[in-house]
């Protein structure tokens, strides 16, 4: 797992672009794997009798417990270690995992399953946005991270497209099987065919104390302004993305009475198409509104998250589908506004020997309480508001858990104020 397989310090724009394509191929596999439990949510519930509690555990708390504390170990070999290795390695084992979920009979054995895909999806995204930072340049860096970041609506696309039509044709455990299989060939993609990246900074020895170079990352991440608050507004915009998102295929098919089929090509058109051109719109005018005024990174999010507020209400109150529709196609293009530029700005911030474990840190806290328990609190607050409102009651679980938007916008507006500074500092590192 060394680096002595590393590519020239300056690759060619067609590595480059070849690594992104394989790395967002994975990204996009890693959400499959992920998401695709939320679409087979209903049916779960049925075969195997469950509140809507356990099927927020199932669907968020399971995966991210492990998915976001091993995130950072891994980090620290990715610092030091074969990126291109760790992520093939990790690939095969969510993989395999997601395929063995279809096996399970009973809660117990089904959350199991989800933790040991979190195992192997934490081995992902920090050193990919390790390897990404070190191929593309500051003026494209944005851009090329929503690249990245659109695969998370690739695997949207993907995981509600194939997992609902799978799931109302063969049944919830085929849908494991047939998503969770092609992962293992991306990752043998990933060993065999792309160069190790030439690192900007000289890989740093083992430290004595893992405890401690944790510790001191995290203080060099809130000890900088910006990354700050905008560590504190991603997380919180995470718990409202990821609360409601995983839910959605619920809701549409126990609210709006549609099958599995429909209402997971709903979700795979809106949110993975839309949702994927607006996650790379969204880095894509960060650099450009930028160039004029750096404190655009962050007030673009805080302004989307804003806007887009009022929206989301009338959305999980509207009965008529139409327009549901039209509202969601309108919130997923927006939503991901944050995305691509609170990963860049975490990578550049950082001094380039950190940036894989800021990465993980990062990760950590909008997995735990974004992933984790934000789709976990909507079932709670379902579970308890179904006395009141019956079926209804996950409406206002939803809404309650998008209130929280307002919150993280206020970080990322104050992030803004600080980020000129906080560039400026960053360029001598």
Wanted: contains cysteine; proline residues 4%; hydrophobic residues 50%.
């Amino acid at each position: 797992m060394s680096d002595t397989t590393s590519s020239s310090a300056k690759p060619s724009k067609g590595v480059r672009n070849y690594t992104l394509l394989v790395l967002v191929l994975i990204y996009a596999s890693s959400h499959i794997d992920r998401q695709i439990v939320s679409i087979l949510a209903e049916s779960i519930k049925q075969d195997l009798d469950l509140s809507d509690s356990q099927l927020g555990f199932l669907i968020g708390l399971s995966f991210a417990l492990f998915y976001a504390t091993l995130g950072i170990p891994i980090a620290m070999l990715a610092d030091r270690y074969s990126r291109r290795n760790i992520i093939a390695a990790s690939v095969v084992i969510w993989s395999g995992m997601t395929a063995l979920s279809g096996l399970a009979g009973n809660f117990l054995q089904l959350a199991l399953a989800r933790i040991g895909v979190g195992i192997g999806e934490a081995g992902s995204s920090p050193p990919s946005h390790s390897m990404i930072t070190d191929l593309f340049p500051l003026e494209s860096r944005s851009a090329a991270m929503g690249v990245y970041a659109a695969g998370i609506n690739i695997g949207v696309l993907f995981g509600f497209l194939v997992g609902g039509w799978i799931d109302q044709w063969y049944g919830w455990r085929m849908a494991f099987f047939i998503v969770g299989v092609p992962g293992i060939f991306l990752g043998a993609l990933m060993l065999f065919t792309v160069p190790e990246p030439t690192r900007t900074m000289a890989p740093k020895p083992w430290p004595k104390n893992f405890f401690a170079e944790i510790w001191q990352t995290f203080k060099v991440m809130l000890a900088i302004p910006s990354l700050r608050h905008i560590l504190i507004g991603c997380t919180l915009v995470v718990f409202v993305g990821y609360g409601t998102t995983y839910w959605n295929g619920v809701f549409f098919r126990r609210i709006h009475g549609l099958s599995a089929g429909e209402a997971g090509t709903i979700l795979a058109l809106i949110g993975g198409i839309i949702g994927g051109v607006g996650t790379f719109f969204g880095g894509w005018l960060a650099d450009r509104l930028a160039r004029r005024d750096q404190r655009a990174y962050a007030w673009l999010t805080a302004g989307v998250k804003i806007g887009i507020a009022p929206f989301v209400f009338w959305f999980y109150l509207e009965d008529d589908l139409t327009t549901i529709c039209l509202l969601l196609a309108f919130i997923a293009f927006l939503g991901g506004f944050y995305l691509s530029v609170s990963f860049a700005m975490t990578q550049t911030l950082l001094p380039p020997a950190s940036r894989a474990l800021g990465a993980a840190i990062l990760l950590f806290c909008i997995n735990i309480i974004g992933l984790g328990l934000g789709p976990f609190m909507v079932g709670v607050l379902s579970d308890m508001f179904s006395g009141q409102y019956g079926t209804d009651s996950l409406r206002y679980a939803l809404i309650s858990v998008s209130l929280i938007n307002i919150w993280g916008a206020w970080h990322y507006f104050i992030a803004g104020r600080h980020l000129p500074n906080d560039l400026a500092a960053a360029k001598s590192y």
